[in-house]
């Protein structure tokens, strides 16, 4: 009785946990819990996957390298004929007087150890050096990028509001987005994959940038522009400027940014706040260059040029355009969420409608009801009384399935019904080895009690077997799978533990309330 007693109790325990926890997917109102997610396959969405150009990242490196360089030499007063990037990922260094070649190669070896000199030439009393990064720092830049990449998209998408996205890398460069019921999915892709570098350039305003548009461009600068949109004609028109080259402050020390509206023209703007460090460079900045224009520049697209009229302190500034509330809320969370380190390229793309979606739950839902009617019918003809324990218990196994998915916040996907359906067959699968067994023992001649009790013990252990095993593979499925394999996994290894809880547990309870409280004598089966 004790013992009887305590199954009662945690059965009784478990099948309250799981109503609780599956009432919210049927009536919200009922209790306040997330109710079980739906995949994309289900509730319509967006796939991606994007590919991480990580040449573009070694190429930036290369790019900051080089600038450091050309500072450092004109810090120590090494003069040089120039000093460039070649073939993407190379630096080119020309020098003069030996004097100069020798201090250019302690600079190398006190602060640029990471560079690999690939050769060096003297022709014309011209010495000339090229220089890379080994294939192991190369390799390791590329692997960070990806990463930075996949944490940068996760931190936007969060931001954006999207409830469980799947977010994964997939090889050594590409990431897979998965986001369940998201409706606009052009802006999801605009957020998803701009780089947002944001940079503080000043503008040259010593040289004409009439010349510069007709090809003379002055080295150490660079034509940008800025889009302006006429909202009567929707027509946009570009702006050019004349901008540096060198970057005076990126968006690298910002900790915060947020949309505001300007109170004189009633239109967004994003207000961001710099850290420490970045406040007082960005009050260095202005204060050296006061009565010059400041580009802010975001993605090679000039945002606004203001005059600097004196110092600014605090560590704020503002990014003013034509924003609509939802482009400058979007900017916002790119800024936040840190600029991508490199660009990404999106190499496939499907969106599932949430119609198609409904469908597939339509149908899934009348497969497994069809396979569980004619599993239930097929146990009643065939085992009788104990058929409709083992139906009893099979309701059961899929009200815990449901529990288990809403409690783990997992996410229910179309392999995942197929799961399900599987785990119908699966749970009466050790019903009926019970069964067999237990007519084995009656044709022995043993009472119902002795039979039930040589049978579970003598199936018990063929049971363990098979969904421990089967267990197993869920588990490698869901490691290695990605989507809908991954849903397929959990639904199957939640349907092997609640088979095994409602097989060995809950049908033996029932067979002992009869044979041992209600002491009947004859047993259906």
Not at 296 to 309: E, F, G, H, T, W
Request: proline share 3%; with cysteine; net charge neutral.
């Amino acid at each position: 009785m004790k013992n009887i007693s305590w199954r009662l109790v945690a059965v009784v325990v478990i099948i309250v946990t799981a109503i609780i926890y599956v009432l919210p997917s049927i009536k919200p109102t009922l209790w306040p819990h997330k109710k079980i997610n739906l995949g994309l396959d289900l509730q319509g969405g967006m796939h991606l996957v994007l590919e991480v150009d990580t040449e573009k990242a070694v190429e930036s490196t290369v790019e900051r390298i080089s600038q450091e360089l050309r500072s450092l030499m004109k810090k120590e007063r090494i003069r040089h004929s120039g000093i460039k990037r070649i073939e993407g990922s190379r630096i080119v260094v020309r020098l003069q007087d030996q004097k100069n070649v020798d201090d250019f190669e302690k600079l190398l070896d006190k602060e640029f150890e990471v560079l690999r000199i690939l050769s060096k030439l003297t022709e014309d009393e011209i010495f000339t050096v090229i220089m890379d990064l080994p294939a192991k720092e190369s390799d390791q830049i590329k692997k960070l990028a990806t990463e930075q990449a996949l944490e940068t998209i996760r931190n936007r998408i969060d931001q954006f509001g999207v409830s469980e996205p799947d977010i994964r890398l997939q090889g050594e460069n590409r990431i897979l987005i998965q986001l369940p019921g998201i409706k606009d999915t052009q802006r999801a892709k605009e957020l998803i994959g701009r780089t947002a570098l944001l940079e503080f350039k000043l503008l040259d305003e010593t040289h004409d940038l009439n010349a510069a548009l007709q090809g003379n461009v002055p080295p150490g600068s660079e034509i940008l522009y800025a889009t302006k949109e006429d909202t009567e004609t929707n027509r946009e028109t570009k702006i050019p400027y004349l901008v540096k080259k060198h970057t005076q402050l990126t968006g690298a020390n910002l900790t915060d940014a947020r949309v505001q509206i300007d109170s004189q023209y009633n239109e967004p703007y994003v207000s961001i706040t710099f850290d420490k460090k970045g406040g007082r460079d960005f009050a260095r900045i202005t204060e050296a260059n006061v009565k010059k224009r400041l580009a802010i520049v975001l993605d090679k697209n000039v945002y606004s040029a203001p005059v600097i009229q004196e110092k600014i302190t605090g560590g704020q500034a503002r990014i003013t355009g034509s924003f609509s509330t939802d482009e400058a809320h979007d900017l916002a969370i790119i800024l936040r969420a840190g600029a991508l380190p490199a660009p990404v390229n999106i190499l496939e793309e499907r969106t599932v409608g949430p119609s198609l979606g409904s469908d597939s739950i339509r149908k899934g839902l009348f497969s497994m009801c069809v396979g569980g009617i004619l599993v239930i019918m097929f146990m009643v003809i065939y085992y009788k009384g104990s058929g409709l324990i083992a139906d009893f218990a099979l309701i059961l196994n899929i009200l815990l399935i449901a529990g288990g998915l809403a409690a783990l916040q997992a996410t229910l996907t179309l392999p995942g019904i197929a799961g399900i359906i599987l785990t119908i067959g699966m749970a009466v699968d050790a019903n009926v080895l019970i069964f067999e067994r237990i007519r084995e023992e009656m044709s022995l001649g043993k009472t119902p009690r002795a039979a039930v009790d040589a049978g579970y013990a003598r199936a018990t252990l063929t049971i363990l077997d098979a969904n421990v095993t089967t267990l197993i593979a869920a588990l490698v499925l869901f490691q290695f799978g990605t989507g809908p394999v991954k849903g397929f996994a959990v639904t199957l290894s939640l349907g092997v533990i609640s088979s095994l809880f409602t097989a060995l547990i809950l049908s033996r309870l029932i067979f002992d309330y009869f044979l041992i409280i209600r002491k009947t004598k004859h047993l259906s089966i």
